[in-house]
């Protein structure tokens, strides 16, 4: 059964860094597209940024620049480094995969971006 696994989050000051890890497991995690999405009090569950199988990566528009989305195979583990932090980053954020027949999803850690 796939199980992801949400770490690193905590309260940060504007323009601080957070490193979030989601560490994979029931599944042959190379072979995965992962993503980081995010949820504010209030508002809709949003796309931060996917990295594919390969490497390739994708970033939200609010996020480039910023956030860069990294995986490690041999550790079944995904990373979001998360620089320059505002408070409108402030969020729950949850590490996200999908194979073709269903998405998963990890319980979330939160981030608040506040001084």
């Known amino acids: 059964q796939v199980q992801l696994v949400e770490s690193g989050g905590g309260l940060v000051q504007p323009g601080g860094s957070l490193r979030l890890s989601c560490a994979a497991s029931g599944m042959l995690f190379s072979l995965y597209a992962m993503g980081w999405y995010r949820q504010a009090p209030g508002k809709q569950r949003e796309l931060v940024a996917t990295i594919t199988n390969g490497g390739n990566t994708n970033y939200a528009d609010s996020v480039k620049g910023r956030f860069t989305i990294s995986r490690d195979n041999a550790k079944n583990t995904v990373y979001l480094q998360m620089n320059s932090l505002k408070p409108e980053d402030t969020a729950i954020y949850y590490c996200?995969?999908?194979?073709?027949?269903?998405?998963?999803w990890g319980q979330g850690t939160q981030v608040t971006v506040s001084s």
């Open positions: 996200n995969t999908a194979s073709p027949v269903r998405t998963y």
